[in-house]
């Protein structure tokens, strides 16, 4: 979840909807007024930043802000163990749990398990890690909103003491 400038060298193409398949329609020359859409054969899934990730994870951006909207998406596939470096988010982030068993932490607080089907809210400012558990892999959307053309702050990695510290029992 790096930030949206960071990422977007990999957001290559978009396709304009509202004309019939076998004619082209240039897109309204006004913005915003253009249906998008982002084929999934365009955007790559490229590996976390090491600064801001501990093992394994894959980062694709799905969408950037277009036009007022200040909302960016991206997917995050972390596996066993992997997680995010302590970070914020000036206006928080929403995390859509797509797959697998994940685990979530604010600052100061306990470490609490996602499943498959959760829908977690991080408040603005929360200082928070996330990522999955030891024994499973997850898949998480994850959007956030910018502010001041940015969407995330990261900190200093989450240690093997604190990942490992009070995690829960993931048969919840």
Known sequence: MRSVKALSSS???LSFCGASSS???APSSVQGTSIEISSAET???NPGAPANFTGTAQVEQLFSA???SRLTGGVVTFQ???RSA???HPLGQILIITAGTGLVQQWGGPICIMKTGDVVWIPAGAKHWHGASSSSFVT???LQELL???NVDWLEPVSDQQYSAGVPNVSR
Request: aromatic share 8%; hydrophobic share 40%; proline share 4%.
């Open 11 to 13: 957001f290559i193409a």
């Open 80 to 82: 066993p163990g992997a």
């Open 66 to 68: 277009h036009g007022a």
């Open 43 to 45: 955007r790559t899934s």
């Open 140 to 142: 998480q959307m994850a």
């Open 148 to 150: 001041d053309g940015k």
């Open 23 to 25: 004619t082209a329609q």
């Open 86 to 88: 302590w970070h914020t």
